[in-house]
């Protein structure tokens, strides 16, 4: 039975339980709880219509309202670890900016707009073009439906891996009021107000039925991390405030228009970027930093000796190396692990605002003869994102006193050594212009190891058509698709300064793509009405542009030319599907699915004139979707095998000297996996959800790394290269109700999410003196997270309800990293972790 209209929600009997489920499934949507303690069904819209998810014939999760409040999910960074197969990571330095994977696929570096993303992001229906400010909060979500595997025929480009589709509360029609404020450690506060105002006039009368909601919701607190440098912010604050307003009119009951306006912004100090380790100096990995910086200190303490010496290498040169060493020694003492304060020359802040507007026409046309049912449908998305990002990737502070003296970067002090060396050993004399260029260098820009001062900004237009329609036999999608963006990138960052200069990396980027597509379920009638057929189609065609725009500028030793040029490049795809779905019995489906998706082209924006072939793959999968024990035990697997050839990979290199993020094609690959829910309500009152994937293989072929020297000399690297993603994750959910009182319901609830070490990238390579590098993994450990809930709910108050909610993640503290950096030849290694454990207390009123 389909819901009025297009509106999603769960069915949920008149039970005052009305437990959410909290179950991650893979190939099924989350139940809730009916009465006797039979698990209900979920209505998803993965195909472009009303559906239910046991019957729907793809691996899908679906997290409803009660759910996301549950696992305090506010936005797609929070989906991470929590749902099978799903991993990710979010920049480092980059606030709002998450990569999100999927049964292996890698997304990439989020803040890199030249970058599409391998997981389609849908907010209200509009695609989201880029990963990049992506992760902001929404002030009221519904619902989350996560889409797994190749998504390419109704889901378009970009979503090798899978799709995400968030979607706001519409309004009700009716006024109602809901409120929630949150307190806890560490200063937190978060405040969430959304209201429903009362509906004016009447469908199919006048101008119709017009309803309208507002929300909106800020998250405050202070940092998780002290920074120790004089007048920095704490890293890893928070200050987020996101806006919404939704309109429904309702002309006539069979034409209506929504229209959802969201605004987000943040404005915090990012997480620490702690060092736990150095990379070698030398290519084949046998002279440390620290020991190459020790033989430096004691070569300048003779340089010191020698009569009318440099007066600088005392005063200046020989105390910085003093400062350097104990800096490097200090951040490997320390090591791995959560760390409670740092340093930031730079104190590391994003600053980001996001504006989007969707408008949904709907004209639910009714019988058209052959056609059966039809409803047209229109979905039109314009956003902007604006991101600054600023300060330190690293916790060394390498800030000179009032003389000059710092804990500059090893490569200053290594250059520095080379410079007087050829003085002294060739000239005779301990002073030359080289060493006063890089003094001059030093005063003028410091000697520190990273500064990150980036601007990004991107808008984007699309517009959908559907026309979606059902006959006894046929239920089919039929559409076009439109997309454009615009993307403005300015980078002015600096690495090892002064070596590198101030240097500026500008472009602009466009796109220019268009889609059609059709999906088609028949069911022919045969096997006792059980068998139903599903193929799917769409063609895509889009051009890429990209304006170069490297600006001049100086080092201690010359200039850097200006560099300028123009490319553009056309891509084009088609993408399918096709599933045979057999009704086993009236509890038992089961499925078999290829799919095919793409990820597109393009140009590395961050290297000069460079360009990135498109991504593909394909699919196959076996699933099951059951139901046993009068429906109160849930049995949900999947078993999936794919290729996928060209994949993009993205990767930190030191191109000219600065840290950059750049795309390569890295070949083939050939993995399987699978995944298996249960869910079971073993009592009226307790349901229990558990749920585990794993994902096997990494690269079967991937590019040799080469070096620059004549003849080059090429590391394999097919051997070495790895998955970043976990391979074993579990799921755990319990949730209980306690107790009925005449004051109100004490209900539990309790998840646990594991997942095992992983590969931070596909590969760490760099060219040291011309030769080639692989430097070795930093691989993230495995974690285990705990977070609960403690309600006393349906408190009557008033005309409303009242809940008081006790509060905790991760709480265990589990210590665990979430990204690493290699720096390559810029010489660190550095890691951001998770939070700590934290706790509070809510209050929430319902009216």
Not at 707 to 729: F, I, M, V, W, Y
Request: hydrophobic share 35%.
């Amino acid at each position: 039975m389909l819901l009025p209209k297009y509106r999603l929600q769960t069915y949920l009997a008149p039970n005052p339980l009305a437990l959410a489920i909290s179950l991650l499934a893979a190939p099924a949507a989350l139940p809730a709880l009916a009465q006797g303690g039979a698990l209900e069904e979920v209505v998803v819209t993965a195909q472009k219509r009303e559906q239910s998810s046991q019957e729907t014939p793809i691996s899908i999760s679906a997290l409803s309202a009660s759910n996301i409040e549950n696992r305090a999910i506010r936005n797609t960074e929070d989906l991470i670890g929590q749902l099978p197969g799903v991993a990710g990571f979010s920049a480092p330095g980059s606030r709002g900016a998450t990569s999100l994977a999927m049964r292996g696929v890698a997304g990439g570096n989020p803040a890199n707009l030249s970058l599409d993303p391998s997981v389609g992001m849908y907010l209200d229906g509009v695609y989201i073009g880029k990963a990049n400010g992506s992760a902001m909060d929404v002030a009221e979500i519904e619902r989350i439906e996560v889409l797994r595997g190749p998504q390419g025929t109704l889901y378009g480009r970009n979503s090798t891996a899978g799709a995400v589709n968030v979607i706001t509360r519409k309004p009700s029609g009716e006024f109602g009021l809901r409120a929630t404020a949150k307190a806890g450690n560490y200063n937190f506060r978060e405040f969430k107000l959304n209201m429903d105002l009362p509906s004016v006039g009447t469908s199919g009368e006048g101008l119709g039925e017009l309803s309208a909601s507002v929300g909106y919701q800020t998250r405050l607190r202070d940092g998780l991390y002290d920074n120790n440098s004089p007048g920095g912010d704490d890293f890893d604050e928070l200050d987020r405030q996101s806006w919404r307003a939704a309109i429904n009119w309702n002309i006539t009951d069979s034409f209506y228009v929504d229209y959802v306006y969201d605004h987000s912004e943040l404005d915090e100090a990012g997480a620490l970027q702690q060092v736990v380790g150095f990379t070698p100096v030398d290519a084949a990995g046998n002279v440390s930093r620290i020991a190459a910086l020790q033989g430096t200190l004691a070569a300048a303490q003779g340089m010191a000796n020698i009569p009318g010496a440099d007066p600088r290498i005392s005063s200046r040169w020989i105390p910085s190396l003093q400062q350097t060493i104990a800096a490097y020694q200090n951040a490997l003492e320390r090591g791995e692990g959560r760390a409670d304060d740092g340093l930031a020359d730079f104190t590391p802040r994003s600053d980001n605002t996001v504006d989007g507007h969707s408008l949904t026409l709907t004209w639910e046309a009714g019988d058209l003869g052959a056609l059966g049912d039809v409803t047209f449908k229109s979905i039109t998305g314009y956003r902007e994102v604006e991101t600054n990002v600023f300060g330190d990737i690293e916790d060394l502070d390498s800030r000179l006193d009032s003389n000059g003296v710092g804990a500059y970067s090893d490569l200053v002090q290594l250059t520095m050594a080379q410079i007087y060396g050829a003085e002294i050993g060739f000239l005779g004399a301990p002073v030359g212009a080289f060493a006063g260029m890089l003094w001059d260098g030093i005063d003028n820009l410091g000697a520190f190891h990273t500064k990150q001062n980036t601007f990004t900004g991107y808008e984007q237009f699309s517009e959908e058509l559907q026309m979606i329609g059902s006959t006894d036999r046929l239920e089919y999608v039929l559409g076009a698709y439109y997309f454009e963006d615009e993307g403005e990138y300015r980078r002015n960052a600096i690495f090892a300064a002064p070596l590198n200069g101030a240097g500026a990396q500008y472009y602009d980027n466009a796109t220019d793509a268009w889609a059609g597509f059709a999906h088609a379920t028949w069911t022919p009638g045969w096997l006792d009405e059980r068998l139903s057929l599903t193929a799917g189609l769409r063609y895509t065609e889009e051009e890429k542009e990209i304006d170069y725009d490297y600006k001049e500028f100086a080092t201690p030793f010359g200039f850097n030319p200006a560099r300028a040029v123009s490319r553009a490049e056309s891509f084009s795809n088609t993408s399918g599907t096709f599933t045979v779905a057999f009704q086993a019995t009236e509890d038992i489906n089961t499925f078999i699915r290829y799919s095919t998706g793409y990820r597109s082209g393009g140009f590395n924006g961050e290297i000069f004139d460079n360009g990135f072939d498109e991504e593909t793959i394909e699919q196959l999968e076996l699933g099951i979707k059951s139901d046993w024990w009068d429906r109160r035990l849930r049995i949900n697997g999947s078993l999936y095998t794919y290729t996928y050839d060209d994949l993009q990979v993205s990767q930190i290199k030191t191109e000219g000297g600065a840290a950059t993020s750049v795309i390569t094609n890295s070949g083939k690959a050939d993995r399987w996996g699978g995944e298996l829910e249960l869910l079971v309500s073993p009592l009226e009152d307790l349901v229990l959800g558990l749920s585990y994937s794993y994902i096997h293989g990494n690269y079967d072929k991937f590019p040799a790394v080469c070096g620059t020297n004549e003849p080059a000399t090429c590391l394999p690297a097919d051997d070495l290269a790895k998955r970043g993603s976990p391979s074993n994750q579990l799921n755990f959910t319990a949730d209980y109700l306690f107790a009925r009182t005449h004051f109100g319901d004490i209900t539990g609830y309790v998840q646990a999410n594991w997942q095992d070490a992983w590969y931070e990238s596909a590969l760490w390579t760099a060219v040291v003196g011309g030769e080639p590098v692989i430097s070795p993994h930093q691989i993230m450990d495995e974690r285990t997270v705990v977070d609960a809930r403690l309600n006393l709910e349906n408190i009557p108050l008033g005309n409303g309800s009242l809940r008081i909610t006790a509060w905790g993640r991760n709480l265990t503290d589990d210590d665990y990293p979430t990204f690493s950096i290699n720096f390559g030849t810029l010489g660190l290694i550095s890691e951001q972790y998770g939070q700590p454990r934290t706790y509070g207390l809510e209050v929430s009123y319902q009216y």
